[in-house]
Each structure stands twice: as structure tokens, then as C-alpha cells.
């Protein structure tokens, strides 16, 4: 038989028993015995063909005509077994299949797969080995050995590796009986995960037995099933049939087949349907309390931590305090990106602005205004104010003064809205339901989520972003207006003597101008010498007056260009040089503090 012929008659098998599992689930107590002899009968049809290879062999020792030869030969025995075998593992698989737990459906398709896939390679490896009558079916029989316990080896690995979680059918059974049934499987899961937890000499059996009457048991179901898949029809006769070395094997007689469904139904009618009946009604009487559920249900420590009313998981306290934190670092991080561009910006614009400043310094207006302040002895102050107003203009440092206004006021609203829809998502992942019965033990209490002041978090996080600012005196200057990140600057610039460096400049002026006075009195003096009736006298004061004016002027307006050529550059650069100060170091202030 082609492999995938075997394939689909397995997806056929597992669709049989899915059709079981949902009529156990949502139909009453009359379906559990035929649901439970089609579910026993699936697998119980292999392990009699098995047993038919197996019973050959020993007959062998028998002499032939022996009446315990003869009847030994027969099905009875072999089939009894087989059935009692299918039955058994039948109980212990179909209730962890109907829980729904992911590793025994894992367990049970990776199993049944396996004995298809196996079939034709071992058949090929034996066919020069055997004889004609084994090669059908013997390796079936050695690919299903091979299986079990490489399905049971691996069903123990993924009990290690996967955390048992909590076993509950998907819906709610009608019957009481499978509900029972059910909550007994549930058990042997929590008992596997426990005994595995604990691995050590108390627990070793306690652990071997949940493995095998657990996944152990699905395991071999569901290699029966890939057996009963992978069988060819012809040896599938071989069941109820006699012992043979016939190939094919000889049909089972009618008196086999009637006495077979004799026995099985004299079994479910008088037997099993009195006994589920009995017990479904026993079950319903009994209180829910004192059922075995709730009993089951009392043996299990559920631990817990308790948020307001609610319970979650172990560690949900802690997780919900770290993400916390880390909301409260992710926006203070976006803050203090924020302010660290708007400080950029600011710079920028000021540095834009220097260039008005020195057009307006280098001029005969803002010459004669120094030369009239320097009289009044108010040159340094002005000339700071003018720079600090200059800079200033188009207000280049407005976002840094609302970012940080948006900062210091910045509340606790602000960082629960930061961790949103995360602390939801973590609540919902988390929340746990403990069993009606079960012993609660709650190792952690808050009264709401996140668990933490989050007034105390956003003021802790907010001073670390600007505490080293206020205590630098940046932060009031900036939350103040706009103008005064001018005037820090200005203080850089001042803090470096170039507004000194102009005074003297301006000092060392003067003399110049006086000299042009001079040159403009004998200028004049010489033009009043000349003019009738005025005389000489009245000429030269009068061309003095002129003279000094105009040739004042015009050496004044020389002497600016020339002082322009030779010390704006300088000038510019200095006051450029004190905002980039002013930004490294409030770049450095923004930064976190270092770590001592």
C-alpha cells in the first residue's frame, strides 16, 4: 500500500475520532459507551493483527492436533486482549484529547504519523528477511514498536520543555460523567507538571507514572491508529482469523464474527450502559462540592498576586512595575530629545541673528551711540542689552521655553497614557482563574496597576531631566521668557571680555576723533581767513565748526570700515564661540547625570 494511501486513511481515522470527541462533549450520558467502543475498537483492530504474528510464532512449540494447540490457534484470547489493551489506553486518551491540552493532540498526530511513514522503508529493508506471510504486516508491527517509544521519549520532552498550563475542556459537557472524566485528566496533567518540576528521588515515580498513564497513553493510541492506517486491507483479516502463515490469511468464520458481536453487545447493553447510567445519575446527585472535581480541585495550591480585585500569575506585580519604568525612561528619553532640538534651534537662530547686530555695531549711528554711552559711562551694560535683544529677535529659543514649560508641569496623566495599551496587554495575558475549590495562597498585593506612585515616578523622572538645569539656573532663566536665553548668552560672550575688548577698542577711538578735530580747525581756519567781512577770527571758529563736523565724519566713517575689516571676523566669531557654549553646556545638562 502506497504511503499516501495510508495517509489518507489516517486523516479519515482522525477524523472518526474527532466526530467521538465532539459527541462526548455535547451529548448525554447514553452516548459514552458506543463513543467509547468505536474510539476502543479503532486501535484494538492493529494490536489483534499483532497479536496474530505474535500467537504464529509461538505455536510453534506445539505439536500438531493438539486440542491446546487448537484452541490457543483461535481469536478468543488473542482478540480479549487486544480489546481489554485498546480499552484501557481508550480511558486514559480520549479525556486528555477532550481537555483540548496542545500536547497531547501534539503527541497524538506526531505518533499516528509516524507508523506510515516508518512502514515502507522498514518493509523494504526485511523483504529479503522474512517470510511472504510477515511481509505485509510485520513491518507495520516494527514500525509501531519503534514508535511508541520514540513518541513516548519525545511526549516527556515536551512535557519538560512546555509549562503545563491549566486543563479545562474548551466548552461545558453535558454529561456529568465526562465532566468527571475530564477533571480526572486535568489532574494527571497537573500531577505530570508538578512531579517534573520536582524531579528528584520522592517525585521520580510520581513523574513516570503521569508520563505514562499521561502522554505515554496517547502516544500508543495514536501509533495504533497509524498502524491501523498503514495495514493492508488483506492482513486487516488477520484480527478476527486464525492463527496463519497463509498469505493472504484466511477470512474469520461467521461463528467468529457472531460470537465476537454477541460478546460485545451483551457487554455494552448489560454491562456498560447500566453501569454509566448508574453513575451519571450518582454523579448528578452528588453536590458539586463533594464531586471529584471539587475535590481534584482542592488538592491544587494556586499562587497568586492580587491587583485591586482581580488575581494574576506570580511576577505580574514586579512586571508591571519594570514596565513602568521603562514607559517613564521611553518618554523621558523623548523629552529630552525634544529639548535638545529646540536648544539646536535656538542656537541656530541666534547664530542667524549675530550678523544684525554687527551691521548695526559697525555703523556711524551705533558709533556715535557708543561714544555718547561711554560719556554717560553706560557703553558695557547697553551694549550687552543690545546684543541680548538682537539675539533675540524672530524669539528662536520660544519651543525650547514651551518644551520645558510642557516638562515642569508635566503630571502623572502624562506617563499612564506612555503605558497604555501595555499594561492592558500584560493584565489580560496575566489574569488567572483559580479552580472553585482550590486553595488560594497570594504572594503580592497593590491596589491598582502598575503597582507604583506613578505621581513620585513622573516627579523623579522629571527631576532627572531637569533637576541639573534648575540647579545650573537654566531652567528659571529659559521658563521666563524668551529673550532671556539671549541673555545667558550674552553672559558667555561677556564671560570671555569681549564686550571689554570693544569698550577699550571704542577708548582708543576717541583719540582719533580728536585728531580729526584738530585737522578740521585749521581746515576751517584757513577757509575763515578768506571769507570778507567775518575776519579771520570769526572764520576760524566757524570753519573749525564745519570742518571738524565734516572731516570728523568722514574719518569716522574710514576709520569704521577699516576697524570692520580688521575685527569683525573676530568679533563675530567670539559671539558665536559663547552660544555655542551656552548649547554644549545645556546639551551637558540635559544629559543624565553621571553614575558615581
Not at 519503534?146 to 513516548?152: E, H, N, T
Not at 498576586?305 to 514596565?323: F, Q, S
Request: aromatic residues 4%.
Amino acid at each position: 500500500m502506497s504511503t499516501t494511501r495510508a495517509f489518507a486513511r489516517l486523516a479519515a481515522l482522525l477524523a472518526v475520532l474527532c466526530a467521538v470527541l465532539f459527541a462526548l462533549r455535547i451529548w448525554s450520558a447514553w452516548t459514552v459507551v458506543p463513543a467509547v467502543l468505536v474510539a476502543a475498537a479503532l486501535p484494538a483492530l492493529p494490536l489483534s493483527v499483532f497479536g496474530n504474528l505474535a500467537q504464529t510464532r509461538r505455536l510453534e512449540i506445539y505439536e500438531d492436533g493438539s486440542p491446546l494447540k487448537a484452541w490457543l490457534a483461535g481469536p478468543l484470547v488473542r482478540a480479549c486482549v487486544a480489546a481489554a489493551a485498546a480499552l484501557t489506553m481508550t480511558v486514559l486518551a480520549v479525556p486528555q484529547l477532550l481537555a483540548g491540552t496542545p500536547e497531547a493532540w501534539i503527541v497524538l498526530v506526531a505518533s499516528a504519523a509516524t507508523v506510515p511513514f516508518l512502514a515502507p522503508a522498514i518493509r523494504r529493508g526485511v523483504a529479503g528477511h522474512v517470510t511472504e506471510a510477515f511481509r505485509a504486516a510485520q513491518p507495520v508491527r516494527l514500525a509501531w514498536r519503534a514508535a511508541v517509544p520514540l513518541l513516548g521519549l519525545a511526549a516527556v520532552a515536551l512535557a519538560l520543555l512546555v509549562p503545563a498550563g491549566e486543563v479545562a475542556m474548551p466548552a461545558p459537557a453535558r454529561s456529568a460523567l465526562v465532566t468527571e472524566w475530564v477533571h480526572a485528566a486535568a489532574f494527571l496533567d497537573r500531577l505530570q507538571a508538578e512531579a517534573l518540576g520536582a524531579l528528584d528521588g520522592h517525585a521520580a515515580w510520581q513523574a513516570v507514572a503521569a508520563l505514562v498513564l499521561g502522554p505515554g497513553a496517547v502516544a500508543v493510541y495514536g501509533a495504533s491508529l497509524g498502524a491501523l492506517a498503514a495495514l493492508p486491507g488483506s492482513e486487516r483479516a488477520r484480527a478476527l482469523g486464525p492463527a496463519s502463515l497463509m498469505s493472504p490469511p484466511p477470512r474469520p468464520s461467521t461463528r467468529v464474527i457472531g460470537w465476537t458481536a454477541a460478546i460485545v453487545t451483551a457487554g455494552a447493553v448489560f454491562g456498560a450502559l447500566p453501569w454509566v447510567a448508574t453513575t451519571e445519575a450518582r454523579i448528578a446527585a452528588t453536590p458539586p462540592s463533594m464531586r471529584l472535581s471539587a475535590r481534584i480541585a482542592a488538592l491544587e495550591v494556586v499562587v497568586a498576586e492580587r491587583i485591586g480585585p482581580a488575581l494574576y500569575a506570580p511576577g505580574t506585580v514586579e512586571l508591571l512595575r519594570a514596565e513602568a519604568r521603562a514607559a517613564a525612561a521611553e518618554l523621558t528619553e523623548m523629552r529630552r530629545a525634544g529639548l535638545i532640538d529646540a536648544v539646536d534651534r535656538a542656537a541656530e537662530g541666534m547664530t542667524g541673528n549675530v550678523d544684525a547686530f554687527l551691521d548695526d555695531y559697525y555703523s556711524l549711528p551705533g558709533e556715535y551711540r557708543r561714544l555718547f554711552l561711554m560719556l554717560s559711562g553706560d557703553m558695557a551694560e547697553t551694549l550687552a542689552a543690545d546684543l541680548a535683544s538682537t539675539l533675540a529677535e524672530g524669539t528662536p529659543a520660544e519651543d525650547l521655553r514651551t518644551r520645558l514649560a510642557a516638562v515642569t508641569q508635566a503630571g502623572p496623566e502624562d506617563l499612564r497614557a506612555a503605558l497604555g495599551q501595555r499594561m492592558d496587554d500584560t493584565l489580560a495575558t496575566r489574569r488567572v482563574t483559580p479552580p472553585e475549590g482550590a486553595t488560594l495562597e497570594v504572594t503580592a498585593t497593590c491596589p491598582a496597576a502598575p503597582c507604583l506612585d506613578l505621581a513620585r515616578l513622573a516627579a523623579s523622572e522629571r527631576s532627572a531631566l531637569t533637576g541639573r538645569l534648575t540647579a545650573a539656573g537654566g531652567a528659571g532663566a529659559v521658563g521666563m521668557a524668551g529673550g532671556a536665553v539671549a541673555a545667558l548668552v550674552v553672559k558667555k560672550v561677556a564671560a570671555k571680555g569681549t564686550l571689554k575688548l570693544a569698550t577699550k577698542a571704542m577708548t582708543k577711538a576717541v583719540g582719533s576723533k580728536i585728531a580729526a578735530s584738530g585737522v578740521g580747525v585749521a581746515v576751517g581756519g584757513t577757509l575763515g581767513s578768506v571769507v570778507p567781512v567775518l575776519g579771520t577770527a570769526i572764520g576760524a571758529t566757524v570753519g573749525g565748526a564745519l570742518g571738524g563736523l565734516a572731516v570728523g565724519v568722514g574719518v569716522d566713517a574710514v576709520l569704521i570700515e577699516v576697524e570692520e575689516a580688521l575685527s569683525r571676523d573676530t568679533f563675530r566669531a567670539e559671539i558665536v564661540s559663547g552660544i555655542e557654549d551656552w548649547r554644549r553646556e545645556t546639551h551637558a545638562l540635559l544629559e543624565p547625570a553621571p553614575v558615581e
